[in-house]
């Protein structure tokens, strides 16, 4: 199941920087995550500092 960054998202780009496969990126207000591209490796979670990706 990929990940989804919740609202609680600062839009501080840490997440896209950790992602291995560029499956995030600056969305409107927050950052997005491509359900496609996700590989649920959870490199995203680990680096976010309000723990706003999490697995749908």
Not at 19 to 39: F, L, Q, W
Request: charged share 20%; net charge negative; glycine share 8%.
């Amino acid at each position: 199941m990929a990940y989804k960054i919740s609202d609680e998202c600062i839009s501080c780009g840490a997440c896209a920087a950790q992602c291995p496969v560029s499956a995030i990126s600056e969305g409107d207000g927050k950052y997005v995550i491509d359900a496609d591209t996700c590989i649920e490796c959870g490199a995203c979670a680990d680096t976010c500092p309000v723990g706003a990706p999490a697995q749908e």
